[in-house]
């Protein structure tokens, strides 16, 4: 009997901790990849399939770009995952973020409605820049993202 118990124990135990190991990715918010404070961008530019490349210095549109870009959830994709996401992804906007001719903070909109945000600081590195990609994201915030970008002129 105590046979059983053991073997019931440690079977226990393997599902335990093989069921916490399945998501060991690193989830993080997304405003801890945007490595400055709102005040110090002064500018976004915004890369469209459809409409090319655009530029913004309008404060409330910054605002409000920097504040819907803030907020999501974020989960780390290894390089063999943003290997197959981006194979055959579509990309419909990236988002830079710019403080002082710097890059601050960089997104990209595929559209498949993914929203991939990139590590600012490994980018810098000149290793392997860490992407992320969201982990729960609304429609809404998703909408809101696209109208933004769609304002600037």
Not at 73 to 90: D, G, H, I, P
């Amino acid at each position: 009997m105590k046979f059983r118990q053991s073997i019931l124990l440690i079977v226990t135990i393997i599902i335990v901790f093989s069921g916490c190991d399945k998501n060991n990715a690193q989830t993080i918010m997304s405003e801890n990849l945007i490595t400055t404070k709102l005040e110090d961008i002064d500018m976004a530019q915004i890369d469209n399939q459809k409409q090319g490349s655009k530029q913004t210095v309008d404060r409330e549109i910054l605002s409000n770009l920097y504040e819907s870009l803030n907020g999501i959830e974020m989960q780390e994709l290894t390089a063999e995952q943003e290997n197959v996401l981006m194979k055959n992804a579509e990309i419909m906007y990236f988002i830079l973020l710019m403080s002082n001719k710097d890059i601050v903070g960089s997104a990209m909109i595929l559209k498949t409605g993914d929203i991939i945000m990139y590590d600012i600081e490994t980018m810098k590195s000149g290793k392997r820049t860490q992407a992320y990609i969201h982990y729960d994201l609304n429609n809404e915030m998703l909408e809101k993202i696209i109208k933004l970008t769609d304002l600037i002129k």
